[in-house]
């Protein structure tokens, strides 16, 4: 572990039976730090962020979080610290949909063991603060995509967590609803501290970033590294603009 680092992958290997998905990754992620992580579809992005959150385990190679091997500990640990410390938004925000949105943001406070008042009370603190204002008692079929995706971002952060993990959280918006859920995530997590590991392929979601890393057949290089591979992002970074995509 670096010494700033929060969390770490240390040549993580992993293999979905004959497909390998991870062949030695290494990333450190400094805490507070928002790093972005980019690269082709397939080259292992996401089951990189499954194993930093110790939702998958490595076949070889080790996981530290916060001074302890995440990839050593049981699934009810495992399962107490994604619950406690890290907070989670997805490409499909994946709302529970029988129920409210105020009820969804609680829901990590809930199965957390606060008590129902308390939970929708914070839960409820959220909705101005995303723009949500009027929308808590809606259920997630009445609400626009990027309603949707603020919601569930609210989730993933209202237990506060250490580490948010976001898994192409604009990839179902348009770039401007994609570019307002980004800036309030950006916004929240340099107020809270939250370090936030960010998967996404689209440069302008990276550029909110304060460092890009890239997965290339499951291994991990830093742009400043990747010579070729960076120039191409960066021209692909000014094309999207000149064509404001
Ligand atoms: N549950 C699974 N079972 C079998 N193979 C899988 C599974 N999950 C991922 N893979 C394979 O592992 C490799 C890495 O997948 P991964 O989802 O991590 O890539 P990615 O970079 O996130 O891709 P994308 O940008 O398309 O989401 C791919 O070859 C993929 O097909």
């Not at 001074?67 to 989670?88: K, Y």
Request: aromatic fraction near 4%; charge should be negative.
């Amino acid at each position: 572990m670096t010494d700033t680092a929060i969390i770490e992958a240390r040549d993580v290997v992993l293999s979905f039976g004959q497909t390998p998905a991870l062949r030695g990754a290494d990333v450190a992620v400094n805490a507070g730090e928002i790093l972005a992580v980019m690269g082709p579809s397939g080259s292992g992005k996401s089951t990189l962020l499954h194993c930093l959150a110790g939702i998958l385990l490595p076949d070889s190679g080790e996981i530290h979080f916060a001074g302890r091997r995440l990839d050593s500990m049981g699934e009810a640990e495992r399962s107490t610290l994604r619950r406690d410390r890290f907070g989670f938004v997805f490409q499909f925000g994946q709302l529970v949909p029988e129920l409210t949105a105020e009820e969804n943001v609680a829901l990590p406070l809930l199965l957390g063991g606060t008590r129902r008042a308390e939970a929708l009370k914070q839960a409820r603190t959220w909705f101005g603060r995303l723009g949500l204002d009027g929308l808590e008692q809606r259920r997630s079929g009445e609400l626009s995509g990027g309603q949707a995706q603020r919601v569930a971002l609210a989730r993933g952060l209202v237990n506060r967590p250490e580490i948010l993990f976001a898994d192409e959280p604009t990839g179902s918006l348009d770039s401007l609803t994609g570019e307002q859920v980004m800036d309030l995530m950006v916004t929240v997590a340099r107020e809270q501290g939250t370090t936030v590991v960010l998967v996404t392929h689209e440069p302008r979601v990276a550029a909110y970033a304060d460092r890009e890393v890239i997965v290339r057949d499951g291994r991990v290089h830093s742009l400043a590294a990747e010579g070729i591979g960076a120039e191409r992002i960066g021209a692909e970074r000014i094309g999207a603009e000149r064509t404001g995509s």
